[in-house]
């Protein structure tokens, strides 16, 4: 074999060998980018899909907080109706012109002429005529809504028979009607 024919032969092994390489490395490399593009799907599907779970229950807590702070405005709302109702009943009780004042008046005095006749009567300021005439000793006005209360000389007993705290037990024993009527619940 002259010199040039195993040059040949040399460079045509080395060439064989080298397109062997390369089609080794090239399906090497298509195997490669195919696990990378699976596993590029893989992550894909998963992040799709843990984002939509996300996105799921990020929704049903939007939902849960916007009826919470509906239900919260809802009893701000019928509190502030229910303190205004509170307040334009005070504000009816307490008119001087309230209709069957004097017959209320005259029923708490014959209830409170039970107590003694010794007591000392200390009238809310807008009764304090209506009950001038009466068997008891009159007093310091005291404040309320109408009504009076009624004192021992040492002070050591009072009895109240204001219109405030019938007012407040009456409103009290009646909340659930009065809701019920404002509200329809």
């Given at each position: 074999m002259t010199l040039d024919a195993?040059?040949?032969?040399?460079?045509?092994?080395?060439k064989a060998e080298a397109e062997a390489i390369?089609?080794?490395?090239?399906?090497?490399?298509?195997q490669i980018e195919d696990e990378a593009t699976a596993e590029a799907s893989s992550l894909s599907s998963n992040a799709k899909a843990r984002a939509k779970r996300e996105s799921a229950q990020l929704s049903v807590e939007v939902v849960a907080s916007a009826k919470q702070a509906n239900q919260k405005?809802?009893?701000?709302?019928?509190?502030?109706?229910?303190?205004?109702?509170?307040?334009?009943?005070?504000?009816?009780?307490?008119?001087?012109?309230?209709?069957g004042r004097s017959d209320i008046l005259n029923t708490l005095l014959a209830e409170a002429s039970k107590s003694g006749k010794d007591m000392i009567l200390r009238p809310v300021s807008t009764d304090r005529k209506a009950l001038d005439n009466g068997s008891?000793?009159?007093g310091d006005d005291v404040d309320g809504?109408?009504?009076?209360?009624l004192e021992s000389k040492d002070g050591s007993?009072?009895?109240?028979y204001r219109f405030d705290s019938r007012l407040e037990e009456a409103w009290k024993s009646n909340l659930g009607t009065v809701n019920?009527?404002?509200f329809g619940n």
């Open positions: 195993l040059a040949n032969e040399i460079a045509a092994q080395a390369i089609a080794t490395a090239k399906q090497q490399a298509k405005h809802l009893l701000i709302a019928k509190r502030e109706e229910l303190d205004e109702t509170w307040e334009s009943i005070r504000a009816s009780v307490s008119a001087s012109d309230l209709d008891f000793t009159l809504l109408g009504g009076f209360v007993i009072v009895l109240d019920k009527t404002l």
